[in-house]
């Protein structure tokens, strides 16, 4: 289930796997096929050995009959496929984007034809035409889809932003292209690498349409998440210090953690890296570090950038865009949560595994468990994988007056041989 992407010149082409759903009514199609034709065989097969007019005749009578049957069994088979393919749609949510009804935005219709390959069929691939990449729950959006694609050809796009990221939080994701230009804010005040990393950022950096604060004072003074917590403040101690100095046995520093590397740590990828302080304490050591992130209430994305950071727009449900074991850290804390449904952390921790090379950390920093179930429930699933426990530390903290469990820890991936 799902589909296949390939790079065929300057584009990305996509084809559809066959689902469990088709496999399992093609097997059921062959079965009645085949028993059908043998019940017909037998029929013809079984005439009275005496050779009488009336035994012929009924004979006729009975084929007539098994045709009918047939025709009737066949018919049940067309039905039945037809019932399969609508509750797989129902169950999955998705089929196809409907371009018939009404008011869909002529840009969006136009970009998601299916366009034939120049030359034919590909002689490598098999396939013959490319199909638009588009989320497949931008169905169940479709009238905010069609508003985000609706604009003057290359003119100004619409200052949507904030339409895009609750199509993304919605799962429509990614998003069909666009033909417009996006706005363009000047960035006023940006400071040469390092410099950037701890020099407070300017207002005028971010772009705050769509956002309850206007500028950096007004977020500095709200607690956003549980990791940003006055993280827009980089002349704050809690912020410019986190790292380096210890506030609880659950912090790790992050010179302790390096050294615990197998091969070196190169290149890392931090999920829900708030303002981007990871990220800047690994440019310091001269590691590479990739901030996912999405604007939710904060404009975290132009943020981590004016740091001469690397922001990765991108939600959790979407497959990380990395090819498999690149990574020699993966540095994750409580946004892992991904909303306390544990059939999608699943899915995100194999993909975190996927993009973590062998030897490689996973960084668990101070994720909060509502409770001891949920603690447990993530153990086992952390020792599913095999990883080594480098760094185990389970403490309590109780800085909203009252006392909460975090797990902090550094495991180490390990060689798998298929």
């Known amino acids: 289930m799902g589909s296949v992407s390939l790079k065929i010149g300057d584009g990305t082409a996509r084809f559809k796997r066959a689902t469990i759903c088709s496999s399992a ?3 059921l199609m062959l079965f009645s096929v085949v028993t059908t034709n043998l019940f017909a065989l037998y029929a013809f097969t079984s005439s009275p050995k005496d ?10 009578k009975n084929i007539s009959l098994i045709s009918e049957h047939v025709s009737l069994i066949l018919k049940e088979i067309d039905s039945s496929q037809k019932k399969l393919a609508k509750m797989e749609k129902e169950l999955l949510g998705y089929q196809s984007i409907d371009l018939s ?18 030359l034919g069929k590909d002689s490598r691939t098999g396939i ?3 199909v638009a990449s588009v989320g497949h729950s931008c169905e169940k959006s479709a009238d905010l889809l069609t508003q985000y694609m609706t604009y003057k050809l290359s003119g100004p796009c619409p200052d949507g932003w904030s339409l895009a990221q609750k199509l993304i939080l919605r799962g429509c994701e ?4 666009r033909r417009c230009f996006a706005k363009s804010v000047p960035k006023v005040g940006l400071q040469s690498f390092p410099v950037s990393l701890w020099k407070p950022v300017s207002d005028k950096t971010v772009t705050w349409s769509g956002l309850g604060c206007k500028n950096l004072n007004c977020l500095i003074s709200k607690k956003l998440s549980r ?6 403040n980089l002349d704050n101690p809690n912020e410019n210090q986190r790292y380096i100095k210890a506030r609880g046995k659950n ?6 953690v390096l050294a615990l590397g197998s091969g070196g740590i190169r290149i890392g990828f931090d999920i829900g890296g708030g303002a981007g302080t990871f990220a800047a304490r690994m440019a310091e050591r001269n590691v590479t570090v990739i901030t996912n992130t999405l604007n939710v209430d904060a404009p975290y994305g132009e943020f981590i950038a004016a740091r001469g950071l690397f922001p990765l727009y991108l939600s959790l449900d979407h497959r990380f865009p990395f090819y498999d074991n690149v990574f020699d850290l993966v540095h994750a804390s409580s946004g892992l949560d991904v909303g306390g449904q544990p059939e999608k952390l699943e899915f995100l921790m194999f993909d975190f595994d996927r993009i973590l090379r062998a030897g490689g950390l996973f960084w668990l920093d101070n994720f909060y468990c509502a409770n001891d179930e949920k603690k447990s429930a993530l153990t086992r699933l952390i020792e599913r994988f095999g990883y080594k426990k480098l760094k185990w530390v389970v403490g309590e903290k109780g800085e909203t007056g009252k006392s909460e469990v975090y797990l902090s820890a550094v495991l180490q991936k390990p060689v798998r041989v298929s």
């Open 251 to 256: 912090d790790f520093l992050i010179d302790d």
């Open 128 to 130: 013959t035409e490319m």
């Open 101 to 118: 009804r009404p008011n869909i935005a002529s840009e969006l219709k136009l970009f998601l034809q299916h366009h034939q390959l120049p």
């Open 174 to 177: 990614p998003l069909p292209r």
């Open 25 to 27: 009514l093609n097997i």
């Open 227 to 232: 990791e940003c917590v006055g993280c827009f």
């Open 51 to 60: 050779g009488q007019i009336h035994s012929l005749i009924h004979n006729h």
